[in-house]
Each structure stands twice: as structure tokens, then as C-alpha cells.
């Protein structure tokens, strides 16, 4: 019988691929890194620089910045995202995770989008929604969230969520497991993008009309 031997560089080499696939953000080598927030950024760093660990005072791990709801009206969609981050809660640099306050007028939607670098959870805490995410096979997950309830949004997969009572606004928190989990509504990307995809790409792709690429743009403010 023959045994199949895996090279040392092959096992290294696979070893990195399985651990950087499954990697959140990076640990963090003291107990925390207050966010520096004053200096300027005068050099890149994956994350922020810290200030002086004996600087640190509670208030930098508190922020009220969720505490108020957000405009829903300063988009077409009828939704507000209110993140925290390294500017109104420095103490959570380098810690992975961010917590969003997300409010949605009656009938509003946040409209398919993901986030490439974290996984979500959400819990609804005033109004119904209509939830789901589609996953690579293109399988659509729904779920209906009542008070009290939650749905988890796995890293990266395209989501919604949908207020469908038409009288009255929804309220959700979620937590995402990313200090900068990014965002890209799916619509507003791909036909309202700055400079523009274009036309051709937009027709071939969509299977539509140049007419009905333009009014697309024009709904979506690209
Ligand atoms: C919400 O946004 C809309 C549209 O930008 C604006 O007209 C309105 O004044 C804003 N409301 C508040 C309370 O800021």
C-alpha cells in the first residue's frame, strides 16, 4: 500500500489557506487599544494606533451614539444604520466587533446587501420583519422576527430586512463581528456606482434595455 505523503511547504501552505479563510479580525495583543482618534494618520495601519494604555478612562468604552433613533428619510429606502466605531467608541479598536442600531420607517426596507468582512446577528426589538439571506447556491433563508427575536446573517452572504407593517416604524440591534465590517447594498453598487458600470455591461447582464438601465440609475441616484 502506498501512503500518500503531504510535503512539508503543501502542509504549510494549506494550513495558512484553512486558517486565513477562517479568520476574524486580528487578535489583539494586549487587553485593549484604545483608538487614537486625535493623531493623523500619518502612516496605515490595520486598524487605528492606540493611545497610552494608562490614558485609558471608562469613557472610552462608552458611547450613547445608539441611544437616538437615525433618520430614516435620508434615503429612498426608508432606513437608518447607526454604527458604533473607533470615533464614538474608541475602546473597541482592535476588539473585532461593532454593534448597529437599525431603524426602519413603516414599509422600509434595508435593501440586499452584505458585508465582506463579518457575520451578523440581528435581533428585532420593536415592529415585525421580514428577514432572509440568499446563500451561494442562490437558496433564499426567510425568517419572521417578532420583539425579542433574532437571525443570524452569515459573513459575506447577500441579506435583507423588511419592516412590513405599514403604519408603524421597526427597530433592530445587530452585532457584526468585524471592527469595519464593510457594506454594499447590492442595487446601489452595481447602477449607481461613481463612475458608472457600463450601459453594455448593465443590458448583457440584467437582460434589459439601455431605457431601463437609465431609469434604474435614476431611481437609485446614480
Ligand atoms: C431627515 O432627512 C431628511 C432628508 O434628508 C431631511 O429633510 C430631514 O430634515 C431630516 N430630519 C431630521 C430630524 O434630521
Redesign the pocket.
Known sequence: MRTILVSPPLFLFTLCLMLGLSKPDPCPLQDYCIADTNNPKALFLNGAPCINPELATPSHFFTSSLSKPG????NQFGFSVTLTNTVNLPGLNTLGLVLARVDIAANGIVPPHAHPRASEVTTCLRGTLLVGFIDTSNRVFTQNLKPGESFVFPKGMIHFLYNMDSRNPALAISGLNSQNPGAQIASVATFASKPGVPDEVLTKAFQISSQEVAKIRRNLGG
Open positions: 433618520n430614516t428619510s435620508a
